[in-house]
């Protein structure tokens, strides 16, 4: 009742639908924490594991080199002795492992940029700058974004990636969106051309940013003043990265550069936008707004999971250490995967982890299929009632 009794119509709230029991994976750690904090994320990790080796980093680099040249060599050595009814095998078999391989470059680029390859920052962009060029990727300008991307995980409006939607689940576009075609063309447009619609647009990222594009020195959104000359460079990097695959396939033909280059490089690409979205998209995992961000809750937010021990191995434990690396991002590739374990006991219910169940006994098909379940299931997010935290609907 108002003032001298007068009744006042209130809206009527539309009660929040009925979820299903989330898994332990929406643990979220309070803030402020006196039980968690980076400091005693720290010290519960060997300090050894924080120790960048220039003879590991070089020796791991020199022979993913090794491999990538191997398997050059396997497949046309193959192709020249076999019937031509199975050349399509051999060529499936080297794009399969050649595009993993090429991930793992991609990843040492990722470490160098971050500062984890060697303790020289000089050999960490050259090694990065050279990596990342040759596939296709601006190095500096890249690199800025993505430790934008590690300060603000999960944070709503300056997330940087794989930033979901807030649009009413119910809308048809949802719908179509969460079907299986919906779900098949959105996994088509991410493995053709999804990592440069984000490198050009900044699509996947928050949405006042979107348009925001990797290779303008400019683009306020993603870069300082001083940055200019770090994008330049990026894209000259590009620039003489393109020039030369424009030679090679006028050398050796433009079959022969799509098949031996061109395939696994886009397989590359596929694997960085899907591992990246595995790692930081799950259904029971929250988002925050400003308000209850924190860079720890962020990081925390992180998922580990596995493609297997072979694909695992093949991409530097990227997919099971990811939790460790979000915290420490300048600790090596293997000091992330010793220091797991421990961080793991010490975050207790508060760390995040979906590993597949095998599919025909192969974890990497369970990943894959995992991977099909998350991009169907995980579209818009939605506060509920009695909940700060954003969630998956």
Known sequence: MGKGGSAINLPQQREAAPTEPRSALSNTVPQPSDEVTKRSLRECIPPHCFKRSYTHSLGILAWDCAMVGAAFW????????????????????????????MTGLW???????????????????AVGFVLHSSLLSPYFSWAISHAKHHHYTNHMTMGETWVPSTADPSKKSVAAAKSPVGTAKRIAIIATFGWYAYLLFNATGSKQ???QSHFNPKAKALFKAKDANYVRASNLGMVLALAAC?????????????R?????????????????????????????????WTWLRGALSTIDRSMGPFADMKTHYIVP?????????EMPYYGAMEATPYVK?????????????????????????????????????????GSEFYWFH
């Open 260 to 292: 031996s280059y061109l395939i696994p490089q886009m397989i590359c690409n596929f694997y960085l936008c899907a591992i990246t979205f595995m790692q930081h998209t799950h259904a029971d995992v929250p988002h925050f707004d400003d308000a209850e």
């Open 107 to 125: 990843v040492l680029a990722h470490e160098c940029g971050h500062g984890g390859f060697t303790d020289s920052r000089l050999v960490n962009d």
């Open 209 to 211: 940013n979107l348009g």
């Open 74 to 101: 396997a497949v046309h050595a193959a192709t020249a002795v076999l019937p031509a009814a199975m050349a399509p095998a051999a060529w499936l078999g080297y794009w399969w492992y050649q595009g993993l391989t």
């Open 321 to 329: 250490s990811h939790v460790v690396h979000h915290i420490f991002s």
């Open 345 to 385: 006991a010490h975050l207790g219910k508060y760390y995040k982890s979906s590993f597949p169940e095998p599919v025909c006994g192969s974890t990497y098909l369970g990943y894959w299929r995992d991977f099909y379940r998350e991009m169907r299931s995980a579209v818009t997010v939605r506060r509920e009632e």
């Open 246 to 258: 424009a030679a090679g396939a006028y050398t050796w033909g433009a079959l022969a550069f799509v």
